[in-house]
């Protein structure tokens, strides 16, 4: 069913909140613990639905996945060669992370399978994986155009290559060093711009045979891979709203607890920082082998900058979040080299013009990026063409300008965020559901 929200002028943010757990570590965390030999306990697991549709996968795979508490799943490991064969197609929901990791790890079994995905799934590029898979020995039919579904067909003997990736892709890299884990020697990947890399130093913790530095990393096949408990830190692109909308709304004070700070990840704060915003790093510390702290926001004037295109793929998520706070700025904001953008759960940069400009903001959209002048929002009707990003930034937007906004289909939400709506309420914004008549 259709979802939509009524969202307008909020109050100034203050409190501390928690935001729910990394969506790319909790997808790897099931990943790994199902494939590693013995019992992991993951903690801070994202009980958001593209991570509950990668342990469902898992399931089918013949994984038990107890999930005794909220957040907590209790993964036993079936070994690198324990997976068994499923007996439907697997549905990976609306992650592209989970497809394309997937398509990796199951590249290297002995059975068949098949990858769905939803509507938005269903149109995103997957040569970038497959390509790479099939210089490796992997045998993936994808339709015509590239797209989903993914028959994956078993039985292939996979050779560890040196691939150096087009295209700077953290999902692109792991399906490669998934596959890797199954190869005969090792496996190189080179990226053009170093992506997060959670699943190096996960492999790692599982005891693989990894070595790694930012833009490249190494894994040798066959390993052992021991249990190993994760226990997750709160997802920066969560946060990354509630920085914003505390970066814009006058008399704001807020703080969030524990934010995952991985450097690869935490772009957007050195751009809101370049914009003038007063976020201060307190109490840096390590959980889980990942760099946490707790970031306090307070509000402040901002103006517009040339995004340093050095920074893209550190927020390669936070755009839709810094069209946002770019639409609240004084002056020009550009963004460029973000053409990956397009490619996303939805096309973000005409997503996110078209529902700036219908709120009045003047953009100027271009192939890899946008320039957007900062101005006095007002209300309208907008859509988030079911993308969870668009979605909460056009509701962050939507507490700075004068009139009501209603922003279209926006279940997807429940993706990566659940409880949004709540936990933004309690902070100061003003947002509320409603289900459509029509
Ligand atoms: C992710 C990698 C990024 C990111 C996505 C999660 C991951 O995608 O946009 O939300 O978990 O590896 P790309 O690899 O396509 O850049």
């Keep these: 069913m259709s979802l939509d929200w009524i969202a307008s002028q909020g109050g100034p943010l203050r409190g501390r909140i928690r935001v729910p757990g990394d969506k790319s570590i909790s997808h790897r965390a099931v990943m790994f613990a199902a494939i590693a030999e013995g019992t992991s306990r993951i903690t801070g697991f994202l009980e958001g639905e593209d991570t509950r549709a990668t342990a469902r996968v898992f399931g089918q795979l013949g994984v038990r996945i107890e999930a005794r508490a909220p957040s907590e799943r209790i993964v036993h490991g079936v070994g690198l060669d324990g997976l068994r064969a499923p007996d439907a197609p697997l549905d990976c929901g609306n992650a592209g992370t989970g497809m394309r990791l997937l398509a990796g790890l199951l590249a290297g079994q002995k059975f068949d399978s098949v990858l769905v995905g939803d509507e938005s799934l269903s149109k995103r590029p997957m040569r970038r994986v497959t390509d790479p898979l099939a210089r490796m020995g992997a045998r993936i039919d994808a339709t015509g155009d590239g797209l989903p579904p993914l028959h994956v067909h078993g039985g292939a003997v996979l050779r560890g290559i040196d691939y150096a990736s087009p295209v700077a892709s953290a999902q692109v890299k792991s399906a490669v060093l998934l596959a890797g884990l199954y190869g005969d020697g090792r496996t190189r990947v080179v990226e053009p711009h170093p992506t997060r890399d959670y699943s190096e130093r996960m492999l790692r913790a599982f005891g693989a045979e990894i070595e790694f530095a930012p833009g490249e990393a190494v894994v040798a096949g066959r390993p052992r891979l021991r249990a190993t408990d994760v226990d997750v830190p709160a997802d920066f692109s969560s946060a990354a709203f509630f920085i914003v909308a505390a970066a814009t709304a006058p008399g704001s004070d807020l703080l969030i607890e524990a934010v995952g700070m991985n450097p690869r990840r935490t772009g957007l704060l050195e751009a809101l920082r370049l914009m003038g ?70 096309d973000r940069i005409a997503a996110m013009a078209a529902g700036l400009r219908t709120l009045g903001i003047v953009v100027d959209e271009r192939p890899d990026g946008a320039m957007i002048e900062g101005g006095q929002a007002r209300g309208g009707d907008v859509d988030s063409l079911g993308d969870h990003r668009i979605a909460m930034s056009l509701a962050v937007l939507a507490q700075r300008a004068s009139g009501e906004v209603r922003v279209r289909d926006v279940a997807n939400v429940a993706t990566s965020f659940p409880g949004f709506v709540e936990l933004a309420g309690d902070a100061g914004l003003r947002i509320a559901p409603v289900i459509p008549t029509a």
């Design 277 to 346: 915003a007063d976020i201060a790093i307190e109490s840096p510390r390590e959980q889980g082998g990942e760099p946490v702290a707790d970031l306090r926001v307070r509000a402040s004037r901002l103006r517009g900058i040339d995004v340093p295109v050095a920074l893209v793929p550190d927020m390669i998520d936070e755009f839709p979040a810094l069209f946002a706070a770019a639409a609240c700025a004084d002056g020009l904001t550009t963004v460029s080299g973000a053409a990956e953008l397009r490619v996303k759960e939805s």
